[in-house]
C-alpha cells in the first residue's frame, strides 16, 4: 500500500536559517503530494501541492518539487521565521489508493529568535 | 471558501457518558467526510470516510458501535464518541472533500478529554 516517511523531528533552527525536511514515499500509480501545516491547538492547512512529476508547489516562501525518480517531496524554505514554528505533514493522495490521504508522521519545527 | 467548522473545539465529559462532534462545512457541499484521530505528537489516524445518505466506511480496528458516524447531509457530519473513556481522549479532525477541485478541507479539530 501506500506509505510516507519523513525525517523525525524536532528540528530546531535559528529565525533566517535554510529549512529542509525530507519527504519519500511508496505509492502505486501517480498520486499527487501534499504537505500540510498544523500550529499549535489548531488542524491541518494545506500548504503546497504538486500533483504531478516536476511539478513544484510553493506558498509562503515554502517549496517542494515532486520527485518521482527519487519518490521524493522534500520541503524547502531559505529564510525561516518564529510564525513557522509547527508541525508539517507530507501526504499523498490518489494513485491506487483512491481518494485517501496518506499521511506521513509529522515533523516539528521549531524556530528560535 | 472551502471552510470546514467543527463543534465543540474542546470537551470535557465524564466516562461513560457520549459526546457528540459535528462537522460543517460552511461554504461548499461535500460529498465526503473524513474523521481522523490524532494522539499527542502523533500523526493522524484515518478513522472512517463518511459519505452524504450512506454508511460510513471504517477503518481496521476502528470500533464503529463506539465511534457513530452520521453524514446527514452534504454539509454536516457528526462524530459520536458512545459510552467515552479516558483511552478515548484525543484530538479529533475532520476533513471534508468538495469544491470545484475536490480537495480535503480539514476542520480546525476538537480536543476530547474523558475524565
Known amino acids: 500500500g501506500n506509505s510516507v516517511t519523513q525525517m523525525e523531528g524536532p528540528v530546531t533552527l535559528s529565525e533566517e536559517a535554510f529549512l529542509t525536511i525530507n519527504c519519500t514515499y511508496t505509492?502505486?500509480?501517480?498520486?499527487?503530494l501534499f504537505w500540510y501545516v498544523q500550529y499549535p491547538g489548531e488542524g491541518l492547512q494545506l500548504l503546497l501541492k504538486?500533483?504531478?512529476?516536476?511539478d513544484k508547489g510553493s506558498n509562503k516562501g515554502f517549496e517542494a518539487t515532486y520527485r518521482k525518480e527519487t519518490t521524493s517531496f522534500h520541503l524547502e524554505k531559505g529564510s525561516v521565521q518564529v510564525s513557522d514554528s509547527a508541525v508539517y505533514f507530507c501526504?499523498?493522495?490518489?494513485?491506487?489508493?483512491?481518494?485517501?490521504?496518506?499521511f506521513g508522521g509529522g515533523t516539528r519545527l521549531m524556530v528560535k529568535p | 471558501g472551502a471552510v470546514v467548522s467543527q463543534h465543540p473545539s474542546w470537551v470535557i465529559c465524564k466516562s461513560g457518558t457520549s459526546v457528540k462532534i459535528e462537522c460543517r462545512s460552511l461554504?461548499?457541499?461535500?460529498?465526503?467526510m473524513f474523521w481522523y484521530r490524532q494522539f499527542p505528537k502523533q500523526s493522524l489516524m484515518l478513522m472512517a470516510t463518511?459519505?452524504?445518505?450512506?454508511?460510513?466506511?471504517?477503518e481496521q480496528g476502528v470500533e464503529k458501535d463506539k465511534f457513530l458516524i452520521n453524514h446527514a447531509s452534504l454539509t454536516l457530519s457528526t462524530l459520536t464518541v458512545t459510552s467515552a473513556h479516558p483511552e478515548d481522549s484525543s484530538f479529533y479532525i475532520c476533513?471534508?472533500?468538495?469544491?470545484?477541485?475536490?480537495?480535503?478541507?480539514f476542520g480546525p479539530g476538537t480536543r476530547l478529554t474523558v475524565t
Open positions: 476533513s471534508a472533500e468538495g469544491g470545484v477541485t475536490y480537495e480535503q478541507y
Open positions: 505509492a502505486t500509480g501517480y498520486p499527487s
Open positions: 461554504d461548499f457541499q461535500a460529498t465526503t
Open positions: 504538486a500533483t504531478k512529476a516536476d
Open positions: 501526504a499523498l493522495r490518489g494513485g491506487n489508493a483512491g481518494n485517501m490521504l496518506t
Open positions: 463518511s459519505n452524504e445518505g450512506s454508511k460510513a466506511t471504517y
